[in-house]
């Protein structure tokens, strides 16, 4: 032992360790191996987990001797707390900022060189412009859905939560706008240059937008949450354990609702161009009154939800919506600008805007404290997925299968709005309901059974005492 350094004079901590030059001493001995100095235990498997025994065992000797790689220390309790409570509502600053990404994709598409300038890379930039657009604005609905359901007195979170819907139902009629200024072009001007000013003006909304979202506050509601410390770290392992029958819910009681509404928006208008024959700049501004007076019936509906509840309110539209699709397409074929002005503009009263005013206060009422965003987010935007972001294709796919007969389309529109019927019936009243509640909405009856049971509970331990 005289030739070795000083340092490997200390005492053996682990009898695995080996000497394999004067100063070095490995660590790769599993238990069980060649060189281990005891037996192989059964069922053990030398070299599995190499690295995980490994690990382990340095942990162990550097907690002995102080030396070698040791476990970070553990954050303080209330630090910890702090950091998880910003929750599912953290995607609210979140979603600001990808929202205001999204808008500057938007903008950044007016900016695109064209396929003559740069060949391929041109539809290469714009699909992926409009990927990121997408991913910023993935949950902009539901973030803010949820703020203003939370900082909502009861018996206004209806009306102060379909405010969203007005934010939408002005982004449209903008947009008409531009657009209908853009066709006063003439054709070689918009097909050059002119498209584009309905992307650059993305820059004055998004402005407003930096100026507003720097400015929120958290809800009053996940204040009170914060400093009870209720939030668990992972919102989205809470809705996978507890919320999983609420997501399937709320997907199946937007299914038909997003199929429909972009339905009207997309799939009808080139309806009335390519089968009825309509003139192109005449859809622009059927377009705006929708917005419009879909902006206003968003506001009158979450009043109305307010006084009559919102299970109630969801339902008697979309049992409405159920019936709406034949009669549309008959008035549609018809041609009459009326006509075409009353079907669109029902449609964004009650499909477009109408009930997803609701939707903005129903669904996160529907889920508890613990993870209200994640919820309200996966169930819309898987929604959203399988309902409206293919509606346009299946629906031009059955004009094309069905000779231009609009008889399939109505049939599809009917039969998904027929599954959001059941799945609303289904959903339990929220109205009013406690938001700083962790436990999700349930029907009376079983509200009414487990306070029941624990007052029975209590009482046999008052009588135990």
Not at 133 to 152: P, R
Not at 250 to 268: A, D, E, K, P, R
Not at 346 to 367: N, T
Request: proline share 7%.
């Amino acid at each position: 032992m005289r030739h070795l350094p000083l340092r490997t004079l200390q005492p053996l901590p682990h009898r695995n360790l080996l000497r394999i030059s004067p100063d070095r001493w490995s660590f790769r001995a599993p238990r069980g191996g060649p060189r281990s100095r005891r037996p192989p235990l059964a069922g053990h498997h030398p070299g599995r987990n190499r690295r995980r025994d490994r690990t382990a065992r340095r942990r162990r000797l550097g907690r002995r001797t102080g030396a070698g790689p040791q476990r970070p220390p553990r954050p303080d309790h209330r630090r910890r707390t702090h950091r998880t409570a910003r929750r599912p509502c953290r995607g609210i600053p979140r979603r600001r900022r990808n929202r205001s990404d999204g808008r500057q994709r938007r903008l950044a598409i007016g900016l695109l060189p064209t396929f003559g300038q740069i060949g391929i890379v041109a539809p290469v930039l714009l699909c992926v412009c409009r990927a990121a657009q997408g991913f910023g604005a993935g949950a902009e609905q539901s973030g803010g859905a949820t703020l203003l359901t939370e900082s909502a007195a009861p018996g206004t979170r209806g009306k102060i939560a379909s405010l969203i819907m007005v934010g939408a139902a002005a982004g449209t009629a903008l947009g008409a706008l531009v657009w209908i200024a853009a066709q006063s072009l003439a054709p070689n001007d918009m097909l050059t240059w002119g498209w584009r000013l309905v992307f650059l003006s993305s820059i004055f909304v998004t402005i407003a937008a930096l100026i507003i979202r720097r400015k929120l506050d958290e809800s009053p509601v996940f204040e009170e949450i914060k400093q009870a410390r209720t939030v668990p770290p992972a919102p989205l392992k809470e809705v996978a354990k507890n919320g999983k029958a609420n997501v399937l819910r709320v997907i199946l009681m937007n299914l038909g609702v997003s199929t429909q509404s972009y339905t009207i928006q997309v799939f009808m208008a080139s309806y009335l161009i390519t089968v009825v024959g309509t003139d192109p700049k005449f859809i622009p501004p059927v377009l705006l009154i929708g917005a419009l007076c879909g902006g206003i019936a968003a506001v009158s509906f979450g009043i109305l939800s307010d006084k009559l509840g919102r299970r109630r309110v969801v339902s008697l539209i979309t049992g409405a919506l159920v019936l709406f699709p034949a009669p549309a397409f008959m008035l549609l074929t018809t041609g009459s600008p009326v006509a075409i002005v009353l079907v669109i503009v029902v449609g964004f009263m009650l499909a477009c805007q109408g009930v997803v005013g609701v939707h903005m206060s129903y669904f996160p009422e529907i889920f508890g404290s613990r993870y209200r965003y994640a919820g309200v987010t996966l169930g819309r935007e898987f929604s959203s997925i399988i309902g409206g972001g293919v509606a346009p294709m299946i629906c031009a796919g059955l004009l094309g299968l069905f000779s231009n007969s609009w008889i399939p389309v109505a049939i599809y529109m009917s039969l998904t709005m027929v599954v959001s019927f059941i799945a609303t019936r289904l959903t339990p009243e929220t109205l009013n309901r406690d938001l700083t509640d962790p436990e999700d909405a349930r029907h009376h009856s079983e509200t009414s059974t487990a306070t029941a049971g624990s007052t029975v509970n209590a009482t046999a331990a008052q009588h135990a005492k």
